[in-house]
């Protein structure tokens, strides 16, 4: 052959921008995560005092940041289904959710006794990893995971010392175990971000939460464990047992 001939690539260079590699034959995509909605809207009555102590959102409107002892909001927390964190929507019908701490509290001081809230959960989705997510159903997800949620900010909630120790449930980072079993047992492990200085600093805690579904389909939890990182190897550990059965094994 002609030695001065050359080849259609020039240099190592070009040979490499022009390779492609082959196309895969009978690859699996992996499986996706699953995606629980918690923005539930609904509406709650109460009778004043509410007991409710709220904060400000960024980017306007206001949650609950936590329920006083002896307040309406704290003796009907589980019955009505709120828990700090809650996002306000609206109060007796009135669009809230974009209104400053000041216009709202205005609002709440002008509304009659008992009043309508409309409320919703305020976290938008938990994401639940990809492995769990092809063994637990949509349903099972919705129903088990947030109820653990939900108690979980009812527990640190209504107690000053997890208050104080815990802080408050920002969101949830991820969900790596949940089920329930043939006898109705629930279990969930999902870890969550907690701040105890109103966001300036975060932190991630490992949560455990067993329970039971009754027999309308809702699910009832029993017993909630919650473990903290304190740094250089240390973990604390909050129990917010409700007198159940805990001798379930871990998740």
């Known amino acids: 052959p002609n030695p001065s001939r050359r080849g259609p690539f020039t240099s190592l260079a070009s040979l490499l921008s022009a390779w492609r590699p082959a196309p895969s034959r009978g690859a699996r995509s992996a499986p996706a995560a699953l995606r629980v ?15 409710i102590v709220l904060e400000e959102r960024d980017g306007g409107g206001v949650r609950f940041d936590s329920f006083q002892e002896g307040g309406a909001a ?13 996002r306000l929507l609206a109060v007796e019908g009135v669009d809230v959710s974009r209104r400053g701490f000041d216009a709202v509290m205005a609002l709440l001081v002008d509304a009659p006794s008992p009043l309508r809230l409309t409320v919703d959960d305020g976290l938008d989705t938990l994401d639940i990893t990809p492995n769990l997510a092809k063994s637990l159903s949509a349903d099972d ?15 640190v909630g209504a107690s000053g010392d997890q208050q104080a120790s815990l802080g408050s449930l ?7 175990g949940a089920g329930v079993r043939p006898d109705g047992r629930c279990l969930v492990r999902f870890f969550g971000i907690f701040t105890t200085d109103g966001g300036a600093s975060t932190y991630s805690c490992n949560l455990s939460a ?13 017993a909630l464990s919650a473990a903290k990182d304190e ?6 550990t909050y129990g917010g047992t409700r007198g159940a059965d805990t001798t379930q094994p871990p998740l």
């Open 141 to 155: 997800a919705d129903l088990t995971v947030r109820a653990a949620v939900r108690e979980t900010r009812r527990i």
């Open 210 to 222: 067993t329970g039971r579904r009754r027999e309308d389909g809702s699910t009832e939890i029993l």
């Open 74 to 86: 704290a003796e009907q927390a589980a019955a009505l289904d709120i828990a700090p964190g809650d």
């Open 37 to 51: 909605r918690t923005a539930y809207a609904r509406s709650v009555t109460l009778a004043k005092p509410l007991g």
């Open 170 to 176: 920002l969101r949830v980072e991820i969900v790596p």
């Open 231 to 236: 740094g250089w190897g240390q973990t604390s």
